[in-house]
């Protein structure tokens, strides 16, 4: 794979001293997508959604026609998916997949139930590996996901677990999906993040749980811009973008 960060730069291991993670995990909806690229832009630094490579790779096998729970075919898959983000500064950045502009596809709900499935995979986790860390680049990162700060980036100086109350987060999920035209049923989104959240916290491998070191973030009744900065307090002024 070819990936390149949101703000469109091919990253690259910085020489000496690996360049310092920021990382920020938590279930489905805890906003930590939207907090993640607000971070990294006030940073200066790149920006990792992992979320949208497991989603991206689900719907390349999806075009491919093959079985999710075919692991070493979806792990295969993996190997030979393009994956490149499109972007810059505090707004989600376009996914292209294969070529093709699969942003608005991967945000639906299929998307990430189809992430969550293959997530569970070794094989894919595997595959997947190598491509999160290698974003990994100077100035700093900033990686959101499920295992970044336990699997992943188990190194990272910084890192948080953000959540959020199962109801406020289908309200929210709700909500974006409603602003962006699409029509979904609050209780069957509200089932399904539920159902996600046993997934991704009972599955053998990188289970979503907070790192040892993770500072443990509840983002119920907070706004964005409260948990932004509660986030930031985190770097010192001397890493960040003068």
């Known amino acids: ?12 291991t910085a020489a000496g001293a690996p360049a310092p993670v920021l990382t920020i995990d938590g279930p489905s909806g805890s906003g930590k997508g939207t907090v993640s690229r607000m971070v990294a ?16 790779v689900g719907l390349a096998a999806a075009w491919e026609q093959i079985d999710l729970s075919d692991a070493e075919a979806v792990a295969a898959c993996a190997s030979r998916t393009v994956i490149r983000f499109d972007g810059d500064g505090e707004g989600e950045p376009k996914v292209w997949v294969n070529g093709k502009d699969a942003t608005h596809q991967l945000r639906m709900e299929t998307a990430g139930a189809a992430a969550s499935a293959i997530a569970a995979h070794p094989p894919v986790r595997s595959a997947l590996t190598d491509l999160q860390r290698s974003f990994r680049a100077d100035p700093g990162l900033v990686a959101d996901g499920r295992d970044m700060g336990t699997v992943i980036f188990p190194d990272a100086p910084f890192k948080v677990f953000l959540t959020a109350s199962a109801e406020e ?31 991704d916290a009972s599955r053998a491998v990188a289970p979503l749980k907070p790192a040892s070191d993770a500072l443990f973030l509840d983002s119920t009744g907070r706004s964005i811009g409260e948990v932004v900065q509660h986030v930031l307090a985190l770097v010192p002024e001397s890493m960040r973008r003068p």
């Open 41 to 56: 832009h006030a940073l200066g630094w790149h920006y990792l959604d992992s979320g949208a490579l497991y989603r991206a």
């Open 1 to 12: 794979m070819s990936p390149s960060t949101s703000r469109g730069r091919d990253p690259a």
């Open 169 to 199: 987060r289908a309200h929210r999920r709700h909500k974006q999906l409603k602003e962006k035209g699409v029509s979904v049923n609050f209780d069957s989104l509200l089932h399904e993040i539920s159902a996600r959240d046993e997934r």
